[in-house]
């Protein structure tokens, strides 16, 4: 019972926390802020998060997931460029949910986790692989490589978006950007 009331209150502390950041922006969302918007002491913020970073690790962490629990399994008897088209359709949907002024905080070059390898990007290498071993994508290229310059294609996007204040079809561009990367190498 005590460890289900703690999961509660530290979800209650992470969507005061977005909402403010939605609000007001990163900088602009304070501890002191977010524990009054949850109805938490300043001590339950810290008992779950050491920074306002860390909230957002946790985004990363539930996309990760997502991508190894739910995206995975999908992938299974489809072609590569199937399952590229799938891995950008969810790419695009967990940036949609996660929201425009949430994913403006995360493109930040400070952010330590948006540098980081993480096992969403491990999926993405597993489809290349398979795709080269099957003959559908060149192996003239490192999949690592390829893992790189896609995401490097795929946050550009976003950045965009971003930019734009959401004004095109995040999954649309995605889509349709993707349809050109595939041509460029197939084989």
Known sequence: MSYRKSELTKDLVFKAALELMEEKGYRGATIRDICKRASVSVGTFYSYFNTKSDVIKDIYLSGDKFF?????????GKSCFEQLRLFVRYYAQVNLE??????KVLFNPDNEWFRQTRPMQSVLEGIIRRGQSSGELRAAWEPEMLVDYFFD????????WCVYDGGFDLEERMAG???LLFEGLRV
Do not use: A, F, K, N
């Not at 190894?68 to 299974?76: A, C, D, I, N, R």
């Not at 996660?98 to 994913?103: Q, S």
């Open 68 to 76: 190894l629990e739910s995206v995975t399994p999908e992938l299974e």
């Open 98 to 103: 996660t929201g425009l002024d949430i994913v």
């Open 153 to 160: 294609h795929l946050r550009g996007i976003c950045y965009s």
């Open 177 to 179: 950007s993707l349809t």
